[in-house]
Nanobody
Framework: VQLIESGGGLVQAGDSLRLSCTAS????????MGWFRQAPGKERELVAA????????YYPPSVRGRFSISSDSAKTTLYLQMNSLKPDDTAVYYC?????????????????WGQGTQVTVPS
């Protein structure tokens, strides 16, 4: 299994950015997915999750209404659309996949991780 993130970069506050995660060795039809982020000096946190079992998603309050998780029709690429970006969104963003198909919000429920992509929003 391989997860490769792309799309990170330096953007201004208020801008939008879309991250992509190309998955090989698994299918988004059967494996639930998530996006996490880790800022310097902070713990890794979930920002979006999507279930393969039901069409359900989860967002923590910090990003709800601004971030959106989705996949392409071929179910090989996961996206994270980020709007109205803030300096607090600055972090390394990771794509993660689970063996299971339920909606998971904890890091320990995910089995595979990408290498991460940096998103920087200067204050």
């Amino acid at each position: 299994v391989q997860l490769i993130e792309s799309g990170g970069g330096l953007v201004q506050a208020g801008d939008s950015l879309r991250l992509s995660c190309t998955a090989s060795g698994l299918s988004l039809r059967t494996n639930s997915m998530g996006w996490f982020r880790q800022a310097p000096g902070k713990e890794r946190e979930l920002v979006a999750a999507i279930s393969a079992l039901f069409p359900s998603t989860y967002y923590p309050p910090s990003v709800r209404g601004r971030f959106s998780i989705s996949s392409d029709s071929a179910k090989t690429t996961l996206y994270l659309q980020m709007n109205s970006l803030k300096p607090d969104d600055t972090a390394v963003y990771y794509c993660a996949a689970s063996h299971e198909n339920f909606l998971f919000t904890q890091q320990q429920d995910y089995d595979y991780w990408g290498q991460g992509t940096q998103v920087t929003v200067p204050s």
